[in-house]
C-alpha cells in the first residue's frame, strides 16, 4: 500500500470439507516432490491478474487519475460518505511496480491460504473474502490512527499482507496452522515488523521515492495472523 517448527500440541488442523489430502490416491495429484513446478490455485492467479489488469486500464485508458481518486482511500473523507474507499482503494495501484509487486505477493502468499480454505465449493469465495477482510481492517486501522490524514492510500499491500500473515502459519506443517510460538512464524513476523519499521524510518521506497503506508502493513498482517483460525471456522473450512 502506498501512499501518492511447532509440535502436535501447538497446531490446528483444519481440512476443507470433502477435500482429500495432497499425494493421496484420492486427490488425483501426483505425490508430494513430483508436483510441477507451478500449480498455484487459480484463485490467487485470477487476483493477481486482476490487480495488473486494473491497473493497464488506469494507464492506458487517459482516465487513471480519476479512478484512482474515485477508488483510493483518503481518511479524512471515509466518515464523509466516502465509504466504500477501505475496500476499494485494494484494486488501484500508484505506479507498475506497484501493482505487479502486489500481484506477485498475492500469488506467492495466496497460494497456501487457498489451498487451506479449499479450492472447490466455497472454498474460492472464502479466498477472496478472507483478502478483503484483511484488506479493509488495514484500510480502517489506517484510518483510525490518522483519521483527519488528507493522503490518498491506494494498493493491494494491505490485502497481501494479511495473505502473507496467514500463510506464515501453513510454512512448517502444510495443510495445518502451526501456533503462534511456532519458530517460523515468530521468525517472519518479526522480520516483516523490521523491515516496515524501516519503511517508517525512511518514509519512501529506497530507489522509487513512493511514500509507504507501513502501518496499514502491519496491521493488515496482524489481520491475517491472528484472523485465519477464526475465519476458517466461522466459514466452515475445517
Do not use: K
Given at each position: ?67 484512482e481518486t474515485g477508488l483510493g482511500m483518503v481518511p479524512a473523507t471515509v466518515l464523509q460518505g466516502r465509504w466504500w474507499t477501505p475496500a476499494t482503494h485494494l484494486f488501484v495501484h500508484g505506479f507498475w511496480g506497484h501493482a505487479i509487486l502486489n500481484a506477485v505477493g498475492v500469488l506467492a502468499f495466496g497460494a497456501p491460504v487457498a489451498r487451506f480454505l479449499g479450492e472447490r465449493g466455497r472454498g474460492p469465495l472464502r479466498f477472496f473474502g478472507f483478502f478483503l477482510l ?105
Open positions: 500500500m502506498s501512499r501518492n517448527g511447532a509440535d502436535r500440541s501447538n497446531v490446528h488442523r483444519f481440512t476443507p470439507r470433502g477435500r482429500p489430502q495432497n499425494g493421496s490416491p484420492q486427490s488425483g495429484r501426483p505425490p508430494s516432490g513430483r508436483e510441477p513446478a507451478f500449480n498455484a490455485p487459480w484463485p490467487p492467479v485470477a487476483l493477481g491478474a486482476l490487480l495488473v489488469a486494473i491497473y493497464a486500464v488506469q494507464a492506458f485508458s487517459g482516465a487513471g487519475a480519476g479512478i484483511c484488506g479493509v481492517v488495514a484500510g480502517l486501522g489506517y484510518l483510525l490512527l490518522h483519521p483527519t490524514s488528507t493522503q490518498l492510500l491506494v494498493g493491494a499491500s494491505g490485502g497481501a499482507a494479511g495473505l502473507m500473515g496467514a500463510a506464515s502459519r501453513m510454512f512448517t506443517h502444510p495443510g495445518r496452522l502451526s501456533g503462534l510460538t511456532d519458530r517460523t512464524v515468530v521468525g517472519l513476523g518479526v522480520g516483516w515488523v523490521v523491515i516496515n519499521l524501516m519503511f517508517a524510518v525512511i518514509g519512501v521506497v529506497p530507489g522509487i521515492g513512493a511514500e509507504v503506508a507501513w502501518e496499514a502493513h502491519l496491521i493488515g498482517y496482524a489481520a491475517g495472523l491472528f484472523g485465519v483460525a477464526p475465519f476458517a471456522r466461522m466459514t466452515r473450512a475445517r
